[in-house]
């Protein structure tokens, strides 16, 4: 018996990565999958790497597999559609070294901008499935992944969840095996799919995925468990614990592989059980195959296709009663706010002064569409910021976007904003581009990208100088500019949008959460000299708020003392305090 330890979803499936012999991983940060490449990163046997985005992550896992070593790529699940161009090719290829791609879903959008089920990708795609469902089968699946991967010649995709990405459970850690990087043969019916080889490779990938749907009847991380044979559940991941949580006596067939699924087991179960609940978060998958083989089963009738499920969502279902502690009534709700001190509140409070409105981006810039900034108009996915001002005036012309911006972080500007810049530029475009470089992957945790000068361990690299790059693609006119230097920022601001050119703004100053960051001075009120005018309130700094008397307050504990909201007094009722 090996040590036992309490680990998150991620840890173990990073610490499964490490035991299986991985020798290369890379990936994009994205919430709920960050942290598995933060924990890989702490083991020297492997090399791990932030990619521009999860494109270029799976084509670096690809390349470091067709040259014979274990590979693995990260994301959460709006990323494999980033990915999914070299994904269903990677599908025919096939592998050298063993090859998994871990994919996160976000069930109930925690921090998503859409819910989606990578298991329909994946079935689109004919790649194989494993989904575990607690801290111990994490570990043990991404194992048992490369197993698969290198014995059926396919890329693995390990599917997991927010829930059991985050939760806690006992993991019996075991040693790493050294598995010996293979030999690499030239072989172009096998890796170039050119036309000719993709045909023969199709019928190939259409044989591998009947060999596995057959052999899955014998996989370990499929099981029948059988109990009450009045009521029964196929059911996988997380669903599979809220299913013994409740109904600790019913019939269950765990599925570990949910694609292609075992017709040999569900036929098997569905004979032994009265009644047959398909029990799965977000999309019909499961219940789908099992209804097309005519098997008469119970699901999404039952239950929602949003959000996460649990043990009260079956028990309401099932029984007609809900224990839930509290309510969605009894909760306060607590939106996420921009952060005291952030530079991107300084850029929304001047695009709101001047009633300009901005097509925004994923990150933490999405906090600037609500009151009392709301400036941000749009959202879209990563990088989508700039097409989208694009696509604006080129459909209601040049003068439309004389009261428009895009905005963008400097990661998200990485991972796909710069293809979208070289559009407008080579489509002629005018407007105004604004970068939001707080030199960091802000909203997932603080990663360091390709602009930061450290790698994944920490280590010194190159940065991209922005300035350069985008003169590079043929951007003229490129500024620089403090995002504190509220006055200079209007002024550029207002001679950018009225212009006749296309401009590029960086507006430059460090996230506050960055580690290192020192705050000297803080910001007070003058009691005495302020008039009540709630001019200051209006950045909706969460550190100010008004007083029984009216007059505004400063909590000295949560301000940093970056001086915003002195901008916006005219009755100089606030002072910069050392501390």
Not at 224 to 252: H, L, R, W
Not at 448 to 460: D, I, Q, S, V, W
């Amino acid at each position: 018996m090996g040590k036992k330890t309490i680990m998150l979803g991620n840890e173990a499936i990073a610490r499964g990565a490490f035991e299986a012999g991985v020798k290369v991983s890379s990936a994009y940060p994205g919430t709920p999958s960050t942290e598995i490449s933060e924990y890989l990163a702490k083991y020297e046997e492997v090399y791990t790497e932030w990619a521009p985005n999860e494109k270029v992550a799976t084509e670096v896992a690809i390349g470091a597999s067709i040259a014979g070593a274990r590979s693995l790529a990260c994301m959460k699940h709006v990323g494999l559609n980033v990915a999914a161009d070299p994904l269903y090719t990677f599908a025919y290829t096939g592998v050298g070294g063993g090859s998994v791609i871990v994919v996160a879903d976000d069930p109930g959008l925690a921090s998503s901008q859409n819910e989606q089920d990578t298991r329909m990708i994946a079935r689109a795609a004919h790649v194989p499935v494993l989904e575990p469902s607690d801290s111990q089968e994490a570990k043990d699946f991404m194992k048992y992944a490369y197993e698969l991967s290198e014995s059926y010649d396919t890329p693995v995709i390990l599917r997991t969840t927010t829930k059991l990405a985050h939760s806690q459970s006992t993991v019996e850690l075991c040693d790493r095996v050294e598995v010996e990087t293979k030999k690499y043969e030239r072989s172009v019916p096998k890796f170039v799919m050119m036309p000719a080889s993709a045909i023969g490779r199709h019928l190939f990938v259409e044989d591998r995925e009947n060999r596995m749907a057959k052999d899955a009847a014998n996989f370990p991380v499929n099981r029948i468990e059988m109990g009450d044979t009045e009521i029964g559940f196929i059911t996988c991941g997380i669903a599979y614990q809220y299913v013994k949580e409740v109904c600790p006596n019913a019939s269950v067939l765990k599925l570990g592989l949910v694609n292609p699924i075992s017709r040999e087991l569900v036929e098997e179960f569905c004979g032994k059980v009265k009644t047959v609940y398909v029990f799965e978060e977000l999309e019909p998958v499961i219940e789908e195959q099992v209804r097309a083989w005519g098997f008469e089963v119970k699901g999404k009738e039952c239950f929602t296709r949003q959000g996460e499920y649990s043990a009260n969502l079956l028990k309401k279902v099932l029984f007609g009663k809900d224990d839930a502690v509290f309510t969605k009534a009894e909760a306060p709700a607590r939106p996420p706010i921009l952060c005291p001190g952030c530079p991107h509140r300084s850029v929304f409070s001047v695009l709101n002064k001047l009633k300009i409105h901005a097509a925004g981006d994923i990150g933490c810039y999405t906090l600037g569409a609500v009151a009392p900034l709301s400036v941000i108009d749009t959202t879209i996915c990563m990088g989508a910021s700039i097409s989208t001002l694009h696509g604006m005036e080129k459909a209601c012309g040049e003068g439309y976007v004389k009261n428009w911006v895009a905005v963008i972080g400097d990661s998200t500007f990485l991972h796909t904003g710069i293809n979208s810049l070289i559009n407008m530029v080579y489509n002629k475009a005018t407007g105004t581009v604004m970068i939001l470089d707080n030199r960091t992957t802000g909203m997932t945790g603080h990663q360091e990208h390709a602009a930061t000068g450290k790698t994944l361990k920490g280590e010194e690299t190159n940065a991209v100088n922005f300035v350069e790059l985008c003169h590079a693609v043929g951007v003229k006119n490129v500024i620089e500019v403090n995002a504190f230097d509220v006055a200079e920022l209007e002024r550029i601001i207002k001679e950018s949008v009225a212009s006749d050119t296309l401009t590029v703004i960086i507006t430059k100053s460090p996230c506050v959460l960055l580690k290192g960051q020192k705050f000297p001075n803080r910001c007070a009120v003058n009691p005495d000299a302020c008039r009540k005018c709630g001019a200051c309130m209006k950045i909706g700094c969460p550190a100010m708020t008004r007083g029984e008397d009216g007059k505004v307050r400063i909590d000295e504990t949560m301000c940093n003392g970056c001086g915003l909201c002195k901008n916006y007094c005219k009755f100089n009722a606030i002072e910069t305090v050392v501390r």
